[in-house]
């Protein structure tokens, strides 16, 4: 099972956090049964628990396991504040048995994840962004007076 996340994001800008995992023979053989595809249908249930972040889709995500499968659960985020994103990704799985009996789930994983966060002057990426282009604006005008006035004492 792997975690990708990006390391930093910026304040305003959304990132992407992966859970792939793909089912090995020697956890299937350590299960009650040598077969486990033949007796169950088996569900993957990937939640992603943030603190100080917005997911941008749901939270829990699920998506049958078939055999030899790697599934991939994928969650859009963006920071709500200029301070580190901490949260836990969690992989639980449930065994559907073919003939009616009841449903087993077992947590396979939880993983922490750590999402440091910048920002300028604590403004998002799109009013930092505004900031510059106004800060551009007024340095352009000083500049053009500043020229206007020395060919005007030159003349």
Excluded at 113 to 121: A, D, E
């Amino acid at each position: 099972m792997t975690l990708l996340f990006p390391a930093h994001l910026r304040l305003g800008e959304s990132g992407e956090v992966q859970l792939k995992f793909a089912p090995s023979p020697l956890a299937e053989a350590q299960t009650e049964a040598a077969d486990i595809y033949a007796t169950h249908t088996i569900l993957a249930e990937a939640r992603l628990e943030l603190s100080n972040g917005i997911l941008a889709s749901p939270d829990k995500v699920q998506a049958s396991l078939p055999r030899d499968a790697i599934v991939t659960f994928r969650w859009q985020i963006s920071p709500a504040q200029g301070r580190e994103i901490g949260g836990e990704a969690l992989l639980t799985l449930y065994y559907f048995p073919l003939d009616g009996s009841p449903t087993q789930d077992r947590l396979i994983s939880a993983q922490k994840l750590k999402i440091g966060v910048t920002s300028f002057f604590g403004f998002s990426i799109q009013t930092a962004r505004w900031i510059g282009l106004v800060g551009l604006a007024v340095g352009g005008i000083f500049i053009w007076k500043a020229r206007r006035r020395k060919k005007s004492r030159h003349a």
